[in-house]
């Protein structure tokens, strides 16, 4: 099992849906969490950390559930310049390094 | 204020060759990293450093050796270089440890011939 999974997609989705992603990790010990937006060819960037209480940035909602161990990302009103890769990352203290799931690939269509 | 940057952007490499792949950032971050994205798949860390003179292997560091004799470089070096080292490799640094924000180089190309 991989130590951080994604649903890889695409998600296709008009302007203006809303679409969620959810990602699992299999490290009970993992403390930090995050979710990088990656354009294509390009490098990823931070797009939110993740808290346990949850937390809001303007459309994104990210939410974590450690006792079934996942995260999520919540994206309202999407709009063209979503469309991207959305990467769900881990890191523990015992591991030492943040894992990287592969990616979940979002296409906003007009 | 650059961030990180990485040179070169594109590099075509036939089996057997050596280079490097150069990685400097300007924001006086202790702790660098290099990662490699294959197509479809996550980043893998190769190796990663938490201050000058300071190094460590990551989850794939076969292939791969680095150095850290400042705090701005992190140059990445591939000896022997084989097909399965095609990949885009990216540099990272953070102002603290590994838990934190990472900011991301934009990438170097690499084909291995």
Redesign the interface.
């Given at each position: 099992r991989k130590e951080v999974e994604q649903d890889p997609g695409p998600f296709n989705v008009p302007e203006g849906a809303t679409v969620a992603f959810n990602c699992t990790y299999s490290n009970s010990a993992s403390q930090s969490f995050f979710w990088y937006r990656q354009d294509c060819r390009k490098e990823p960037k931070l797009l939110m950390s993740v808290y346990s209480s949850g937390n809001e940035d303007g459309r994104f909602t990210a939410q974590l559930n450690r006792a079934s161990q996942y995260i999520s990302l919540l994206i309202r009103d999407s709009k063209l310049s979503d469309s991207a890769t959305y990467l769900c990352v881990g890191g523990s203290s015992n591991t030492g390094k943040l894992i990287f799931g592969q990616g979940t690939t979002l296409q906003v269509k007009p | 204020n650059a961030g990180v940057t990485q040179t070169p952007k594109f590099r075509i490499l036939k089996i057997g060759q050596s280079m490097t792949l150069q990685c400097t950032q300007d924001m006086n971050h202790n702790y660098m990293y290099w990662?490699r994205q294959d197509p479809?798949?996550?980043?893998?860390?190769i190796y990663?450093s938490v201050g000058a003179g300071i190094t460590d292997k990551?989850?794939v560091p076969n292939g791969y050796n680095v150095s850290r004799s400042t705090t701005e470089d992190f140059p990445l070096r591939l000896e022997l270089a084989a097909p399965s080292q095609t990949s885009v490799y990216?540099c990272a640094s953070s102002s603290r440890d590994?838990?934190?924000?990472?900011f991301?180089?934009?990438?170097t190309r690499l084909t291995v011939l």
């Open positions: - | 990662y479809g798949m996550g980043l893998k860390l990663y990551g989850e990216f590994y838990l934190n924000e990472q991301f180089g934009p990438g």
